[in-house]
């Protein structure tokens, strides 16, 4: 393939291209490697989740470099479904720390090596909070529920 004929942009597609095929291809050895040594369901439910966040990076981007007939329009498409996701991602990641702390909201269990330790927040969060905090039951159940706020709040807006 010569690649002297090319224009800036073919070439930006190509190695786009590749890069979108290496995310897909790295993704999926690694999933097949959760799937194959299923041992903490709950982990590593949270841990896939995870994972199939780059995918999905990579083909809206890639979507969105390209210049075809309806392009935008899946574009905008692809574009909605990756914030919902992303926002999802993000609980589970909470979720995923908790489960490594064995943090329990509903039993009401907040490991003894962290509770009590301060949080010291920056602006703009001392805005509604005070700018230290103790880690405790409360402040944790209280970052879940901004965490699904988010959740909820970040497809629509």
């Given at each position: 393939m010569d690649l002297s004929h090319l224009n800036r942009g073919q070439i930006t597609r190509m190695g786009s291209g590749f890069c979108v095929l290496l995310t897909l291809h790295f993704t999926f050895q690694l999933l097949a490697q959760h799937l194959f040594h299923w041992k903490n369901p709950k982990e590593q439910k949270a841990i896939v989740i995870i994972i199939l966040m780059a995918p999905i990076y990579a083909v809206v981007s890639f979507v969105g470099l390209l210049d075809v007939r309806g392009s935008k329009e899946f574009f905008t498409l692809l574009e909605s479904i990756k914030e919902c996701y992303e926002a999802l991602v993000i609980a589970k990641f909470l979720s995923l720390m908790?489960?490594?702390?064995?943090?329990?909201?509903?039993?009401?269990?907040?490991?003894?090596?962290?509770?009590?330790?301060?949080?010291?927040?920056?602006?703009?969060?001392?805005?509604?909070?005070?700018?230290?905090?103790?880690?405790?039951?409360?402040?944790?159940?209280?970052?879940?529920?901004?965490?699904?706020?988010?959740?909820?709040?970040?497809?629509?807006?």
């Open positions: 908790y489960s490594y702390l064995n943090i329990s909201i509903s039993k009401n269990i907040v490991p003894h090596e962290i509770k009590g330790r301060e949080i010291h927040h920056s602006f703009p969060m001392t805005l509604f909070q005070p700018r230290t905090v103790k880690l405790n039951h409360r402040t944790l159940k209280l970052l879940k529920y901004w965490t699904w706020q988010f959740v909820v709040i970040r497809p629509v807006c």
